[in-house]
Every structure is written in C-alpha cells, then in structure tokens.
C-alpha cells in the first residue's frame, strides 16, 4: 500500500515569506507527527496530532509555527516569516494509534535563503 | 544533559564483525525504546523495539537497562548493507506518547 507522501519534496523560499508544507498519512492512521531535522541531527519532534486535535505541540519553536489536520487525514505545517535557521528537512510521520509502530515520509528539504 | 546520547561515530568495521552502539537516555519516565536506521537522505525506519528482557531479530540484539537508563544494540557478522545511521529513540515523558526523542545517531561505515 502508499505509504506517507509529503509535498513538495524541495523548498526553497526567501527569509521573510510564508511556507506550507503538507503530509498525507497512511490511509487509516489516525495519529500524524512532524519532526524536522538538520544536518548532521537526529529528528527533532515538533507536534503531533491524534485525529484532527493536536495532542501535543510542546515541540513547536516558536509561535511563527503552526499545523493543523483538519479532518484527521492530511496536515499542513505553516511557517510565517521564514528565517535562515528554519532549513532543514521536515519529516512527517503516522501510525495507526499513538503508541504503535510510526512511519516516516521522504520528507520535504525546507531552504531559506 | 541531553536527553538521548550516542556516540556518533562513524564505526568503521570490516564485513563480518560484530560492532556494539550504546545510549543513554535522561527521562526515567519513558515508556518505549527503539532503534531506527536511516540511510544517506532517507528517512528513518523502524529497526527494533527495545524490550527490558533484551530482544533479538536475527542479526541484531537490543538490550535495555532502566536501573542505568542505556540502550544497546549489537549488530553480528555485519554486512554492506548495515551501513547507515543508527538512531537511538525514545518516547516523551508519561502523557505524550507520541513524542518520540531521538539522539543524534551514529553512524556504521561496513567495507569489503
């Protein structure tokens, strides 16, 4: 079956402007996590979502970061007024409940020029 | 401290041998323990669960220890293709399971 399809694959945007990044899970998970990570890092946690209710945003930088999963199925990753320290490659991530096993996207290379 | 360490490498070892990763982990509170292995500019995958019994998958052997708060994995008779990054995981405090931490990996290098 498909797994998780993030789009696009590359980014690349100028310091100031706004991005949005989409994840589709894999059909029926009902839980949905972004991490991101650069170089050189292991994946850094940012939110997740258990159907359409973040359950936990503890690891979003700052407020010029936002998600949402409007009906439990796909979810956009909006960051505003992209700086430099924003590139890397966000990965997106589902699993059928919470604690089962979570299957990672390609991710998307996010470049802030 | 952070919350999950690895040595990063990279491990260097001939096809064959058997090659040890160690971590630590800072929060008592985690619940579930994992390898993951990702390849050069892929994503991670799930290697294996981390059980306090030890498990096994073939070649490969994950050990956990809460008294100490380590995780091992022990990869034998190493094949090329076992060259990747090994991350260590584990999930966020009791209450976000979802949250999973993950170390800065380490790298396995197998030659011919």
């Known amino acids: 079956g498909a797994g998780v399809s993030q ?107 | 401290r952070k919350e999950v360490e690895q040595d990063p490498g990279p491990f ?10 160690n971590c630590t982990y800072s929060n008592s509170a985690s619940q579930s323990f994992f390898w993951y292995r990702q390849d050069c500019r892929k994503e991670p995958k799930l290697l294996m669960s981390v059980y306090s019994s030890g498990n096994e998958d073939g070649r490969f052997t994950a050990q956990l220890n809460r008294a100490s708060q380590y995780i091992s994995l022990l990869i034998r008779d190493s094949k090329l293709s076992d060259s990747a990054t090994y991350l260590c995981v584990v999930n966020g405090a009791r209450g976000s399971q979802g949250n999973l931490i993950f170390g800065k990996g380490t790298k396995l290098s197998v030659k011919p």
């Open chain 1, 7 to 113: 789009t696009p694959s590359n980014k690349v945007t100028e310091k100031g402007k706004y991005v949005e990044l989409r994840c589709d899970p894999i059909s029926g998970h009902t839980a949905l996590y972004w991490y991101r990570q650069s170089l050189g890092q292991g994946p850094e946690f940012l939110i997740y979502f258990q159907g359409t209710g973040a359950a936990d945003d503890s690891g979003l930088p700052n407020d010029r970061f936002f998600a949402v999963r409007p009906e439990g199925s796909v979810s956009t990753l909006k960051i505003q007024r992209t700086e430099r320290g924003d590139s890397a490659v966000y990965l997106c991530a589902s699993s059928l409940i919470v604690s089962a096993e979570q299957f990672f996207g390609p991710g998307t290379r996010l470049t802030v020029l």
């Open chain 2, 12 to 21: 260097n070892v001939p096809e064959g041998a058997t090659v040890a990763f």
